[in-house]
């Protein structure tokens, strides 16, 4: 299960971390994909940033991606945030080492957290 918290409505310019908690006995944050992906209402989901299972990170610019094994949480740092920024940011994740940026490649997605840039 995927739970996302931390979204926010913001000025431009300004920055926000998501975080995303992960629970499961049997899902290891070490050996699988993690992502974040965002969704403009009437786009497909973009994928924004992830951490694959040998720990290679990919991010898009002004965005961090971090993960906290020993918490079980995915953080999403976000700097310098611009309007085009606002979207409904998600959480996912893959059975899996390597991260796609085709949404259906994922196995679980949390409910999603509104980033809101004005």
């Known amino acids: 299960q995927l739970v996302e918290s931390g979204g926010n409505s913001v000025q431009a310019g300004g920055s926000l971390r998501l975080s995303c908690s992960v629970s499961?006995?049997?899902?290891?944050?070490?050996?699988?994909?993690l992502a974040w992906f965002r969704q403009v209402q009437g786009k497909e989901r973009e994928r924004v940033a992830s951490v694959n299972g040998g720990g290679v990170r990919y991010t898009i610019d002004r965005f961090t991606i971090t993960k906290d094994n020993a918490e079980n949480i995915l953080y999403l740092q976000m700097k310098a945030l611009k309007p085009e920024d606002t979207a409904v940011y998600y959480c996912?994740?893959?059975?899996?080492?390597?991260?796609?940026?085709?949404?259906?490649?994922?196995?679980?997605w949390g409910q999603g957290t509104q980033v809101t840039v004005s």
């Open positions: 499961g006995d049997t899902f290891s944050l070490d050996r699988n994909c």
């Open positions: 996912a994740a893959r059975e899996g080492r390597l991260c796609y940026n085709e949404e259906a490649r994922y196995d679980y």
